[in-house]
């Protein structure tokens, strides 16, 4: 028989066929083997997971879990709907809420109507119809003869297409999923501060903020208790010609304060009334009364005009706040912007932002051939419907990346960890807490989602870019804690790569 030595060189076909074997067991390793271990456990656990991780200067992917699988993405949506806005607008611009009349004023009075002629402002709030009020007052005029007419045509009246905000426009118990509309403000919602009176057992006191509105009403049965938490129920009610929060329970005698933010159902009779009140108190009485319109209304004169913070300012709001509403009303304008006319719906909205994606896509070095599949239905992330992938995110984070007028505004809406709102995204780790930068994303009906995507630094300095989605079955939700502890702990073991 013949003994090989162990310093004799193997014959080169036997060389040739280990190396087969060894790339065939490469490829037919589990996904867990590519370094994303800890999500890999969550889908033996019944988790739906799409997830990828890329180094950005050399191209190369560092880590992948089904990148092309198709998830529910939650607010990981508004990604794509900040990128987008960047691409056509670009990072200065405003959007402008005009003040207009139907007629000149002469000697102090409006003898015709006053508009307020919407302008997709998603962040509009008390304070742009406070400039115009104290502007109609600097300009001598103190009475208005007709109506005060809210037009919101530049959408038109927008339908709900979501459960949530069609149930939302009957009852509300929350914020999240307000009416949109081209004239809205303060994000379409009601708010009230709760304060606990000065002994157990009294009533609380409720205080409108910033104030009053003569058709929504609140009504109050809660009480100050002596100690122990905070036990209410906040319902807001559309009665039809006006609309009524109802709120009951305990709050604590040592609490101070609480803010309560409920969604309404006519966004445009809330942005109507706080106008008339607020030009009263700069002394101009309004003699006709309020109505909207969903076409445009003709006019003869601008009396003032008001522009939003920039575009770069709204999205860091909108990312940090997850504001669904601004996101929506961006969706809407991007629509518009792109010739659909009005009335605007979401869904061609979200379609309009998934031709985007799939454009980015084709161009995209980390594409490898993939045909697109994003479905998006909104621009928020708000409808359980959406579908994308981690690659497709991916695709869209590279090519803000290669472009620094996308780049540095998109990267200054994103929070690091650190110092994100709430504690379960954070953990333990200081480089994670310091070294990722993204948007979050939540739901919990029909299914639990928890989706983390946006950039990262590698320990050599190079950029990175992550996109972690995991979704529940119904009936089998995955903790948001155990999410994002898997995020973290993969991200560890890949963190020293790179370029």
């Known amino acids: ?41 969550l889908e033996a656990r019944g988790a739906v997971v799409s997830a990828l991780v890329v180094d950005l200067q050399s191209g190369q992917e560092i880590a992948s879990l089904n990148a092309d699988r198709q998830v529910t993405p939650a607010s990981v949506t508004k990604l794509v709907t900040a990128t987008r806005a960047l691409d056509i607008w670009g990072a200065d611009h405003r959007f402008s809420t005009r003040l207009a009349a139907t007629a000149a004023p002469t000697q102090g009075r409006l003898p015709g109507d006053l508009l307020l002629i919407g302008g997709a402002d998603p962040a509009m709030t008390e304070e742009t119809l406070w400039h115009f009020a104290r502007t109609l007052a600097q300009q001598g005029i103190r009475d208005v003869s007709g109506d005060i007419i809210i037009d919101a045509s530049r959408f038109g009246q927008v339908a709900c297409s979501l459960r949530d905000r069609c149930d939302a426009l009957q009852q509300s118990t929350h914020s999240y999923a307000a009416p949109l509309s081209a004239a809205g403000v303060n994000f379409s919602t009601v708010a009230m501060r709760l304060l606990p009176g000065a002994q157990a057992g009294q009533e609380a006191q409720v205080r409108p903020e ?109 990312m940090y706040y997850s504001t669904n509403y601004t996101a929506d009303v961006l969706a809407l304008e ?45 621009g928020s992330g708000l409808d359980p419907d959406n579908r994308v992938s981690a690659r497709e995110v991916i695709a869209l984070l590279d090519e803000a990346y290669r472009r620094l007028d996308l780049f540095q505004p998109l990267l200054g ?14 953990g333990g780790d200081p480089s994670w807490a310091m070294s990722v930068a993204g948007k979050t994303g939540g739901l919990s009906v029909p299914r639990s989602v928890t989706s983390y995507a946006g950039y990262l630094r590698f320990l050599d300095g190079g950029w990175g870019a992550f996109a972690f989605f995991v979704n529940g079955t119904p009936g089998h939700p995955i903790p948001r804690a155990d999410a994002f502890q898997a995020m973290r702990q993969d991200y560890a073991s890949f963190r020293a790569g790179g370029s």
């Open 210 to 318: 910033p104030f009053s509105l003569p058709s929504f009403k609140v009504a109050t049965e809660a009480t100050t208790s002596q100690g122990g938490g905070i036990e209410l129920t906040a319902i807001h009610r559309n009665l039809g010609d006006s609309e009524r929060t109802e709120i009951r329970g305990g709050l604590p005698s040592d609490n101070s304060g609480l803010l309560l933010r409920r969604s309404v159902a006519h966004p445009e009779r809330l942005t109507g009334e706080m106008l008339q009140i607020l030009l009263e108190r700069e002394g101009i009485a309004v003699g006709g009364g309020l109505r909207f319109t969903y076409q445009p209304h003709p006019y003869e004169v601008v009396l003032a005009e008001q522009e939003s913070r920039s575009l770069a300012e709204l999205l860091k709001g909108m």
């Open 1 to 41: 028989m013949q003994v090989r030595h162990h310093n004799e060189p193997l014959p080169l076909a036997v060389l040739q066929y280990l190396l087969a074997a060894l790339l065939l067991l490469f490829l037919t390793l589990p996904a867990a083997a590519q370094g994303l271990p800890n999500l890999a456990a």
């Open 334 to 378: 991007l629509a518009r912007s792109v010739g659909q006319s009005a009335p605007l719906a979401l869904p061609e909205a979200g379609a309009a932002l998934s031709r985007y994606l799939h454009d980015v896509m084709a161009r995209s070095r980390f594409g490898a051939g993939t045909p697109p599949a994003t479905s998006l239905r909104d």
């Open 413 to 426: 809406s994103l929070s690091v960890p650190l110092h994100a709102r709430g504690s379960l995204l954070q």
